[in-house]
């Protein structure tokens, strides 16, 4: 049971809009930026989104986060067949004090 | 370029031990807190423990306290995870990574797959 809550699946066709959300507590997401992964098979995480809105370079401005109070959300737009991946939701948690994720959503392009 | 190399995964038997290593690269090493983190086969990320740049600040999760130690060598640029009384709930992938402003992980590395099975 992860402590924060993604939906387990998501999907939308190439060119499309997909939000992806994220619902934790004043201890995690209401108190502490979140950040989003993306983890494409077989490979290890990458960083997609920092600080609730914030993209390393080289991310693509299709990809954009929001939080208000204590849910986030992701969003993808223009969807292409690459970003079929699991995305997964993490932030700071106060009483644990350390990072707590999101049990991943995986993403379908069809 | 930063660069995570992790090390030491394999089979080990239900009580046994394992230590892994994560050599890093690309970053001037003591100045970041490190992180491990797993992910079971098909399941999602678990954050195990973190280590300060100077080794003075460690926390681990409830899951492992007790079984898992870490440490680092910053002559080496290395950070270290020492695993005992190894169950086979701890059959995972162990990603090593770098925690940016002590608060969310901006790198990964591969990842080195340790499976615990008699």
């Known amino acids: 049971q992860s402590v924060l809550t993604q939906p387990p699946s998501a999907s939308g066709t190439p060119g499309q809009r997909v939000t992806i959300s994220c619902s934790g507590s004043?201890?995690?997401?209401?108190?502490?930026?979140v950040n989003w992964y993306q983890q494409l098979p077989g490979t290890a995480p990458k960083l997609l989104i920092y600080?609730?809105?914030e993209r390393p370079s080289g991310v693509p401005d299709r990809f954009s986060g929001s939080k208000s109070g204590t849910s986030a959300s992701l969003a993808i737009s223009g969807l292409q067949s690459d970003d079929e991946a699991d995305y997964y939701c993490?932030?700071?948690?106060?009483?644990?004090?350390?990072?707590?994720f999101g049990g991943g959503t995986k993403l379908t392009v069809l | 370029q930063v660069h995570l190399v992790e090390s030491g995964g394999g089979l080990v038997k239900p009580g046994g031990s394992l230590r892994l290593s994560c050599a890093a690269s690309?970053?001037?090493?003591?100045?970041?807190?490190m992180t491990w983190v797993r992910q079971a086969p098909g399941k999602g990320l678990e954050w195990i423990s973190y280590?300060?740049?100077?080794?003075?600040?460690?926390n681990y999760a409830d899951s492992v306290k007790g079984r898992v130690s870490i440490s680092r060598d910053n002559s080496k640029k290395s950070v270290f995870l020492q695993m005992n009384s190894l169950r086979a709930e701890d059959t995972a992938v162990y990603f090593c990574?770098?925690?940016?402003?002590?608060?969310?992980?901006?790198?990964w590395g591969q990842g080195s797959l340790v499976t615990v099975s008699s």
């Open positions: 990574a770098r925690l940016h402003s002590s608060s969310w992980i901006d790198y």
């Open positions: 690309g970053f001037t090493f003591s100045d970041y807190y």
């Open positions: 280590i300060s740049g100077t080794s003075s600040y460690i």
């Open positions: 004043n201890s995690n997401v209401g108190q502490n930026p």
């Open positions: 600080n609730n809105d």
């Open positions: 993490a932030a700071w948690h106060d009483s644990l004090n350390g990072p707590v």
